[in-house]
C-alpha cells in the first residue's frame, strides 16, 4: 500500500516511534527493512520539522543488523568508507558504490543462472566479463568526475585474452590490473 505518489511515508517522532501515513500504524525498523529486501520505496520524514530523514534512518537500520551479528561490511571497508569522507572523490564515491553494488547484484544473478544449467559458460569467462565490467565501470566514473582523456588507464588489455590462458596467468593479470586501479584510487584520493 502505498501512497498516490508511489512512496510510503513514514514519520518518526521525537520518543523515537515511526508512523507510517498509509496503513496509520506504528511500525518498527525491521519492518522499515523488509520494506526495502521487497523493493518498495518509502521516506522517512521528522515529524517536528518535515525534515527529510531517509538516510539517517537506512544508516540505523544498517548499524543494527551490524550489531545483531549479521555483519556484511568489513572493518578494513568501514575504515576505507569514512577515510573518502572530505576527500575530492566524495562526490562521485557514493555513486560508483552504488553502480558496483548494481553491478553484483546482475554477476550474482548470472553466475547464479549459468550453474543452474549443465555446461554453461566456463566460469573464468564469466569472472573475465565480469572483472571487465566492474573496470569499464569504474573508468566511466572517474572519466565523469575527473574528465580523463580517451586513453584510459582504467582500461585494462584485453581481458578476453584471460579465458584462454591458465588460471596462475589469469590471476597475475588480474594482480597488475587491481595494483593499477589502486594507484589511479591513490591519485584521486590526493
Sequence with gaps: MASAKG????KKYANRRLYNTDSSSYVT??????????????????AKTGDD?????LT???FEAENSGASLLSVNFLRDVIGYYGKSVQGFFPNYLEMSVKNFEQTQEQWKNAFAVPNAAQPMEMFSNAMKAN???FGKAAQAVTGMAASNPFTPAPLNEMAAKTTDDALKLMQQQMAMMQ????KLAK
Design 60 to 62: 540505523q537500520i544498517i
Design 53 to 57: 530523514i531517509t538516510r539517517q534512518v
Design 183 to 186: 594507484a589511479q584510487l591513490d
Design 135 to 137: 573496470l569499464e565501470m
Design 7 to 10: 512512496l510510503i511515508t513514514i
Design 29 to 46: 525498523l525491521d519492518f522499515l527493512s523488509q520494506l526495502v529486501r521487497d523493493g518498495i520505496d518509502f521516506e522517512v520524514l521528522d
